[in-house]
C-alpha cells in the first residue's frame, strides 16, 4: 500500500509524483472541499449563541462531494496521510475539513515553501500536527465574511439599483476608489509657472526663490523605487507678471555661482517580492493584472520554480542567501556585499513564510524559455532579478547641486551620476544620469536664455490595480490571498470599471458607497477593517479566541449598526433570495467557472433555466444566463435577434492582404460599445496572413492597427 498526500491543486501532482515516486499516491482537494451551510437564520450556516458559535458544513458543490468520496477512497488504501494544503491561514483551514471528512485522529500536517525534492523530503521528514490557532483564525474569518455579506447586502438591494453585495473588505476597498473620484471631481485647477534660465556651460537651473519673496521649497519627487527624478519645474509662481519679473532679473543681472553641494549617497537593494509587490511590479513592468499575475505564479510554483507566492515577508532562507552569494562570486564578484543583505519585514508580517524568489538560482533563462509560456518566463524573470538585486550591493550615488544667484534672484540645479550600479545591475530603478559641468565657487556664467513655462496643477490620479493594491496593503485591508480576488468582485459587480488602466468607479459603485457611508460608515474605513484583520491575527497567534472575539463583535456593534442602518429603508422582497437557495447545477458559467444556479420556470422544457449568482453579466448588461438546446443538446448563451440579424457593413477600405473590403465588426469591451475593421472574406479571415487585419478607431476618427499602422482609403468597393 502506498502513501497518500493530499494537496489542494491539481497542478502539483504531476511535479510531487516525480519527486516521490512509484511508493506514493499524490491527490487534490481543487481548493476548498467544504463550507458553511446556506441553512438557518439569514441562511448563515451558523448560530451566534451567547458563550458560543454552532458552524455547520457541508461540500462546496458537487465537484466537491466527488473530490471528498475519491479522498476517502484514497485515505482507506493508504498507509499514511500526509495533508500538504497550501503554508498560509487558509491553507491550515482547508487541511482542517480534510482531516474531518476523512475523520483522521492525528492528522499528519507538512509545510513547504517551494516544490523542490529538497524542500518536499524535508518537510516528510518532520510532519506536525494542525496548528489550531491559525485554523480557528481562518473559521473566524469565513463566519466574519459571511455575516457581513449575508447581513450587510440586504441593506443595499433595498436601493434597487442593481447592487449585489457589501464585504468587509470589498467595501472598504471600493470606499478608497469612490473616494480618489470624489477628489478628482472637487478639484480645481490653478494656474502656475515654472522660471528657468539655461547657461552656455551647458546645464538649465531653476527659479527657486529670492531674497525679497519668501519661498517654500518644493518636496522632491521620486518613482516608487525611491530614486531622485530629474527637476522639471522651478518653484512655483503662481502669476504671469511675477514670472516675467524674474525673466527679466535673469536678463539684466550677471550670474554666478554661490553654492556648489557634492555627496556621494548609497541606495540600499529592494526587499524581494511579497505578494503585494510583485503585483505591483507585474503590473507597471509587465502590465498584468494582480489576478493574472497570481495566476502565472501559482503555475511557477507548482512546477517547482519558485517559492509560495501568497506571502507578505521579505526574509530569506539562508540557503537561498548562500546560494544567491555564491552565483554572484562566480558572475559578479564585484556585487558581493560584505555581509549578507537582510531586509526587515512589516510588524505584521507572518515571518515564518519567505518572500517570493526562485526555488534553483541557477537555472539558466536559456534553458526554461522553451518550457515557459511567455507570461510564465517573463514573470520568472522579474522574480529571479529582484531575488538576486536583494542580494547585492547596495548603488552609490553622487548627487550634486549648484545654486547661481543674479541680482536677488536663485536658480538651482540637480544632477546625479550613478558611481556604482550594484543591485541596479539587476532592478533598474535608478535615474538616468543628470551630469552637471564641473564649476567653481563664484565661477561667472554666460545667460543663453531665461524663459517661464505656465503649468496647470493636475487632479489626483486614479488607481491602476496594482497601486490600489499597494495602498490596500499600506492600510491593512486584507491580506495577500485577498488583494486579486478583491479587485475582481468589485469588477464583477460592475462597482468599478477599468478605463485606459485605471479604476474607475460605476455610477452604481458611488451610489452603493455613499449609501454605506451613511449606513454602515465604520464599515468603509480602513482603520476598522484594519482592526479586524489585526484581531485575526491575534487569533492566529493564539492571543485570541475565536468564538469570544465574534460574539462580542456581533454584540457590540454589527447587530446594533444593522438595526441602525434599516431604518426607514423600504422592505425589498428580494433579500429572501439568501434564505431560499437555489439548487447549483454541474454546468458552469462561461465567464467565473463556478457552478450555475437553476431558477424554476414553466416557460422551458426542463422546467429551469441556469443563472449565475456570481455577479457575471451577459446580454444587455443583465445576469448571465444559460438555457438548453433540445438540438445541440448543450447549455447555450442567449443570442439577442437584433444580432443574429445584422449584417456586416462594408466599406470603402480594402484588406491588404486579399483587396476584399473591410467590414464594421461592433462589440462591446469592459462595458464600452466598440467598433472595428476586420476583412471580409469569411473564408480566409482566420488564417495567418489576416491575423494582424484588424483597424481600430482613433479619437480623431481615423482607424489605426498595432501591427500595420494608419489606414488610408483605396478604391471603391467593387459593385
Same mark, same amino acid.
Given at each position: 500500500?502506498?502513501?497518500?498526500?493530499?494537496?489542494?491543486?491539481?497542478?502539483?501532482?504531476?511535479?510531487?509524483?516525480?519527486?516521490?515516486?512509484?511508493?506514493?499516491?499524490?491527490?487534490?482537494?481543487?481548493?476548498?472541499?467544504?463550507?458553511?451551510?446556506?441553512?438557518?437564520?439569514?441562511?448563515?450556516?451558523?448560530?451566534?449563541?451567547?458563550?458560543?458559535?454552532?458552524?455547520?458544513?457541508?461540500?462546496?458543490?458537487?465537484?466537491?462531494?466527488?473530490?471528498?468520496?475519491?479522498?476517502?477512497?484514497?485515505?482507506?488504501?493508504?498507509?499514511?496521510?500526509?495533508?500538504?494544503?497550501?503554508?498560509?491561514?487558509?491553507?491550515?483551514?482547508?487541511?482542517?475539513?480534510?482531516?474531518?471528512?476523512?475523520?483522521?485522529?492525528?492528522?499528519?500536517?507538512?509545510?513547504?515553501?517551494?516544490?523542490?525534492?529538497?524542500?518536499?523530503?524535508?518537510?516528510?521528514?518532520?510532519?506536525?500536527?494542525?496548528?489550531?490557532?491559525?485554523?480557528?483564525?481562518?473559521?473566524?474569518?469565513?463566519?466574519?465574511?459571511?455575516?457581513?455579506?449575508?447581513?450587510?447586502?440586504?441593506?443595499?438591494?433595498?436601493?434597487?439599483?442593481?447592487?449585489?453585495?457589501?464585504?468587509?473588505?470589498?467595501?472598504?476597498?471600493?470606499?478608497?476608489?469612490?473616494?480618489?473620484?470624489?477628489?478628482?471631481?472637487?478639484?480645481?485647477?490653478?494656474?502656475?509657472?515654472?522660471?528657468?534660465?539655461?547657461?552656455?556651460?551647458?546645464?538649465?537651473?531653476?527659479?527657486?526663490?529670492?531674497?525679497?519673496?519668501?519661498?517654500?521649497?518644493?518636496?522632491? $519627487?521620486? +518613482?516608487?523605487?525611491? %530614486?531622485?527624478?530629474?527637476?522639471?519645474? &522651478?518653484?512655483?509662481?503662481? *502669476?504671469? /507678471? =511675477?514670472?516675467?519679473?524674474?525673466?527679466?532679473?535673469?536678463?539684466?543681472?550677471?550670474?554666478?555661482?554661490?553654492?556648489?553641494?557634492?555627496?556621494?549617497?548609497?541606495?540600499?537593494?529592494?526587499?524581494?517580492?511579497?505578494?503585494?509587490?510583485?503585483?505591483?511590479?507585474?503590473?507597471?513592468?509587465?502590465?498584468?493584472?494582480?489576478?493574472?499575475?497570481?495566476?502565472?505564479?501559482?503555475?511557477?510554483?507548482?512546477?517547482?520554480?519558485?517559492?509560495?507566492?501568497?506571502?507578505?515577508?521579505?526574509?530569506?532562507?539562508?540557503?537561498?542567501?548562500?546560494?544567491?552569494?555564491?552565483?554572484?562570486?562566480?558572475?559578479?564578484?564585484?556585487?558581493?556585499?560584505?555581509?549578507?543583505?537582510?531586509?526587515?519585514? $512589516?510588524? +505584521?508580517?507572518?515571518? %515564518?513564510?519567505?518572500?517570493?524568489?526562485? &526555488?534553483?538560482?541557477?537555472? *539558466?533563462? /536559456? =534553458?526554461?524559455?522553451?518550457?515557459?509560456?511567455?507570461?510564465?518566463?517573463?514573470?520568472?524573470?522579474?522574480?529571479?532579478?529582484?531575488?538576486?538585486?536583494?542580494?547585492?550591493?547596495?548603488?552609490?550615488?553622487?548627487?550634486?547641486?549648484?545654486?547661481?544667484?543674479?541680482?536677488?534672484?536663485?536658480?538651482?540645479?540637480?544632477?546625479?551620476?550613478?558611481?556604482?550600479?550594484?543591485?541596479?545591475?539587476?532592478?533598474?530603478?535608478?535615474?538616468?544620469?543628470?551630469?552637471?559641468?564641473?564649476?567653481?565657487?563664484?565661477?561667472?556664467?554666460?545667460?543663453?536664455?531665461?524663459?517661464?513655462?505656465?503649468?496647470?496643477?493636475?487632479?489626483?490620479?486614479?488607481?491602476?490595480?496594482?497601486?490600489?493594491?499597494?495602498?490596500?496593503?499600506?492600510?491593512?485591508?486584507?491580506?495577500?490571498?485577498?488583494?486579486?480576488?478583491?479587485?475582481?468582485?468589485?469588477?464583477?459587480?460592475?462597482?468599478?470599471?477599468?478605463?485606459?488602466?485605471?479604476?474607475?468607479?460605476?455610477?452604481?459603485?458611488?451610489?452603493?458607497?455613499?449609501?454605506?457611508?451613511?449606513?454602515?460608515?465604520?464599515?468603509?474605513?480602513?482603520?476598522?477593517?484594519?482592526?479586524?484583520?489585526?484581531?485575526?491575527?491575534?487569533?492566529?497567534?493564539?492571543?485570541?479566541?475565536?468564538?469570544?472575539?465574534?460574539?462580542?463583535?456581533?454584540?457590540?456593534?454589527?447587530?446594533?449598526?444593522?438595526?441602525?442602518?434599516?431604518?426607514?429603508?423600504?422592505?425589498?422582497?428580494?433579500?429572501?433570495?439568501?434564505?431560499?437557495?437555489?439548487?447549483?447545477?454541474?454546468?458552469?458559467?462561461?465567464?467565473?467557472?463556478?457552478?450555475?444556479?437553476?431558477?424554476?420556470?414553466?416557460?422551458?422544457?426542463?422546467?429551469?433555466?441556469?443563472?449565475?449568482?456570481?455577479?457575471?453579466?451577459?446580454?444587455?448588461?443583465?445576469?448571465?444566463?444559460?438555457?438548453?438546446?433540445?438540438?445541440?443538446?448543450?447549455?447555450?448563451?442567449?443570442?439577442?435577434?437584433?444580432?443574429?440579424?445584422?449584417?456586416?457593413?462594408?466599406?470603402?477600405?480594402?484588406?491588404?492582404?486579399?483587396?476584399?473590403?473591410?467590414?464594421?465588426?461592433?462589440?462591446?469591451?469592459?462595458?464600452?460599445?466598440?467598433?472595428?475593421?476586420?476583412?471580409?472574406?469569411?473564408?480566409?479571415?482566420?488564417?495567418?496572413?489576416?491575423?494582424?487585419?484588424?483597424?481600430?478607431?482613433?479619437?480623431?476618427?481615423?482607424?489605426?492597427?498595432?501591427?500595420?499602422?494608419?489606414?488610408?482609403?483605396?478604391?471603391?468597393?467593387?459593385?
Amino acid at each position: 500500500m502506498a502513501n497518500l498526500l493530499i494537496v489542494e491543486s491539481p497542478g502539483k501532482i504531476k511535479k510531487l509524483k516525480s519527486i516521490l515516486g512509484p511508493n506514493w499516491d499524490v491527490k487534490a482537494s481543487v481548493g476548498h472541499i467544504r463550507q458553511l451551510a446556506n441553512d438557518g437564520e439569514g441562511a448563515l450556516g451558523f448560530e451566534i449563541e451567547p458563550d458560543r458559535i454552532d458552524c455547520r458544513y457541508v461540500a462546496r458543490d458537487d465537484r466537491a462531494k466527488q473530490t471528498i468520496a475519491g479522498l476517502k477512497t484514497a485515505a482507506r488504501q493508504a498507509d499514511q496521510v500526509y495533508i500538504a494544503s497550501d503554508p498560509d491561514r487558509e491553507g491550515e483551514t482547508i487541511g482542517w475539513h480534510i482531516a474531518v471528512v476523512l475523520g483522521l485522529k492525528q492528522p499528519q500536517r507538512i509545510v513547504y515553501q517551494e516544490i523542490t525534492e529538497t524542500a518536499v523530503r524535508a518537510a516528510l521528514s518532520s510532519p506536525r500536527s494542525l496548528d489550531m490557532n491559525l485554523v480557528e483564525a481562518g473559521r473566524c474569518r469565513d463566519c466574519l465574511d459571511k455575516l457581513v455579506g449575508y447581513k450587510g447586502s440586504p441593506l443595499v438591494w433595498r436601493l434597487n439599483n442593481g447592487a449585489k453585495s457589501v464585504g468587509r473588505v470589498q467595501s472598504a476597498t471600493l470606499h478608497l476608489v469612490c473616494q480618489r473620484e470624489r477628489e478628482i471631481q472637487a478639484f480645481n485647477p490653478v494656474d502656475y509657472w515654472s522660471v528657468f534660465v539655461d547657461y552656455a556651460e551647458g546645464f538649465r537651473a531653476f527659479y527657486s526663490g529670492s531674497a525679497q519673496v519668501e519661498t517654500q521649497p518644493e518636496a522632491e $519627487a521620486s +518613482d516608487d523605487a525611491g %530614486a531622485q527624478a530629474p527637476v522639471t519645474e &522651478s518653484t512655483r509662481v503662481l *502669476s504671469q /507678471a =511675477e514670472a516675467q519679473r524674474w525673466v527679466a532679473i535673469a536678463q539684466t543681472h550677471p550670474h554666478a555661482v554661490k553654492q556648489i553641494e557634492g555627496k556621494q549617497t548609497p541606495k540600499k537593494p529592494p526587499a524581494p517580492f511579497t505578494t503585494s509587490s510583485l503585483q505591483q511590479a507585474a503590473g507597471s513592468r509587465l502590465k498584468f493584472s494582480p489576478e493574472q499575475t497570481m495566476q502565472v505564479a501559482q503555475k511557477l510554483y507548482e512546477a517547482g520554480l519558485i517559492t509560495y507566492m501568497r506571502t507578505d515577508s521579505v526574509q530569506l532562507s539562508p540557503e537561498f542567501s548562500a546560494a544567491a552569494r555564491n552565483w554572484l562570486q562566480a558572475h559578479d564578484p564585484d556585487n558581493v556585499p560584505a555581509t549578507v543583505s537582510k531586509q526587515r519585514s $512589516a510588524k +505584521d508580517a507572518q515571518d %515564518a513564510h519567505e518572500a517570493i524568489r526562485p &526555488s534553483n538560482v541557477n537555472i *539558466s533563462s /536559456a =534553458e526554461l524559455k522553451p518550457q515557459l509560456s511567455e507570461p510564465e518566463f517573463n514573470l520568472y524573470v522579474l522574480i529571479w532579478l529582484r531575488a538576486i538585486a536583494s542580494q547585492s550591493k547596495p548603488a552609490l550615488l553622487r548627487k550634486t547641486r549648484i545654486i547661481t544667484e543674479s541680482g536677488v534672484v536663485q536658480w538651482q540645479a540637480n544632477g546625479q551620476v550613478v558611481e556604482f550600479a550594484g543591485y541596479g545591475k539587476y532592478w533598474k530603478d535608478l535615474s538616468a544620469d543628470i551630469e552637471l559641468p564641473r564649476l567653481h565657487l563664484g565661477q561667472s556664467l554666460t545667460l543663453d536664455q531665461a524663459g517661464h513655462e505656465q503649468k496647470q496643477t493636475q487632479p489626483p490620479p486614479r488607481y491602476t490595480e496594482p497601486k490600489l493594491v499597494q495602498l490596500m496593503e499600506r492600510r491593512g485591508i486584507g491580506r495577500p490571498s485577498t488583494y486579486a480576488p478583491t479587485i475582481a468582485t468589485l469588477k464583477q459587480r460592475q462597482y468599478v470599471e477599468l478605463l485606459k488602466a485605471k479604476l474607475q468607479p460605476t455610477t452604481l459603485g458611488l451610489e452603493v458607497d455613499a449609501f454605506l457611508g451613511q449606513a454602515l460608515p465604520d464599515l468603509l474605513e480602513a482603520e476598522f477593517t484594519a482592526q479586524m484583520e489585526s484581531a485575526l491575527d491575534a487569533i492566529a497567534d493564539g492571543k485570541q479566541e475565536w468564538q469570544r472575539y465574534l460574539i462580542d463583535w456581533n454584540r457590540d456593534y454589527f447587530e446594533p449598526a444593522l438595526r441602525q442602518a434599516g431604518q426607514g429603508l423600504p422592505e425589498q422582497p428580494r433579500a429572501a433570495s439568501y434564505s431560499k437557495q437555489l439548487e447549483k447545477s454541474r454546468t458552469r458559467c462561461p465567464s467565473c467557472t463556478k457552478p450555475m444556479s437553476k431558477v424554476p420556470t414553466k416557460k422551458t422544457k426542463k422546467g429551469y433555466f441556469l443563472k449565475c449568482e456570481n455577479g457575471c453579466q451577459g446580454t444587455d448588461d443583465k445576469d448571465l444566463v444559460m438555457f438548453w438546446s433540445e438540438r445541440g443538446k448543450q447549455w447555450l448563451l442567449p443570442q439577442p435577434k437584433a444580432v443574429q440579424a445584422a449584417k456586416p457593413k462594408l466599406t470603402d477600405y480594402r484588406c491588404p492582404v486579399c483587396r476584399q473590403p473591410l467590414e464594421e465588426y461592433s462589440y462591446r469591451k469592459e462595458g464600452q460599445a466598440k467598433t472595428l475593421l476586420r476583412c471580409s472574406n469569411t473564408k480566409d479571415r482566420n488564417d495567418k496572413q489576416h491575423q494582424d487585419v484588424a483597424y481600430f478607431q482613433t479619437k480623431v476618427g481615423t482607424w489605426w492597427s498595432p501591427k500595420l499602422g494608419d489606414l488610408s482609403a483605396a478604391t471603391p468597393k467593387p459593385e
